[in-house]
């Protein structure tokens, strides 16, 4: 019998909704063969998800999404040879939504490990946002690049990597991204760069609660 807590695309082509949210039964599976007293099969109480390692392999997974998609060029054949080129540049921008995302996702994870889930519970309303800035000022290692790539990728979370339009009231939007970019000269070895630090971030966080 398979081992219920591997992955197993063949349980996606079945039930793909069911397999895509069972990360939480997998957790608790995990959880409960080593002494802790979780039923994967109750419903989960939002402090049970609020686990900040839920939050990280979230974060991991958006992250080796976005590579995924950046190493790939797909042809777009079914289009004409005149929209591939708009069509590639639509599809840089999902790839970039989903870096941001990961970001994201990571921001809250460290907020999650520093402050605790009671204390993140108490104050979620001021977390239901993306805008990563806002997010990352706890993140003393930030450099003026880093906070606009930061800012950019709010862009690409928020409307650029969904839409082609952010909505008659906020149209300015769609010139500042190419401001940000031109004005900080951010390329794409500066946003792996970025994601990297986070990433070291998080592993000096979880070092240091480790060691109280």
């Not at 081992?3 to 069972?22: E, H, T, V």
């Amino acid at each position: 019998m398979m081992n219920p807590m591997l992955a197993n695309r063949k349980q996606f082509i079945q039930d793909p909704a069911g397999y895509s949210r069972s990360a939480w039964m997998r957790w608790a599976m995990i959880a409960s063969l080593n002494g802790v007293e979780l039923d994967p099969f109750k419903q989960p109480s939002s402090e049970d998800l609020k686990n900040p390692l839920l939050w990280l392999t979230q974060a991991e997974a958006m992250s080796q999404a976005a590579l995924v998609l950046i190493k790939a060029e797909p042809p777009f054949d079914s289009l004409p040879a005149e929209m591939r080129g708009i069509c590639d540049s639509q599809y840089c921008a999902v790839a970039l939504m989903l870096v941001g995302y990961s970001l994201e996702v990571c921001l809250k994870a460290m907020i999650l490990v520093k402050d605790g889930i009671e204390a993140y519970s108490e104050a979620e309303r001021k977390y239901l946002t993306h805008d990563l800035k806002k997010l990352a000022t706890f993140f003393v290692d930030l450099d003026a690049k880093d906070l606009a790539i930061l800012e950019l990728l709010t862009h690409f979370i928020a409307w650029a990597g969904r839409y082609p339009d952010p909505g008659s009231r906020y149209i300015a939007k769609h010139d500042s991204v190419f401001e940000l970019a031109e004005q900080n000269q951010i390329s794409g070895h500066d946003l792996f760069k970025l994601a990297s630090k986070v990433m070291r971030g998080v592993s000096a966080l979880t070092e240091a609660q480790d060691s109280d």
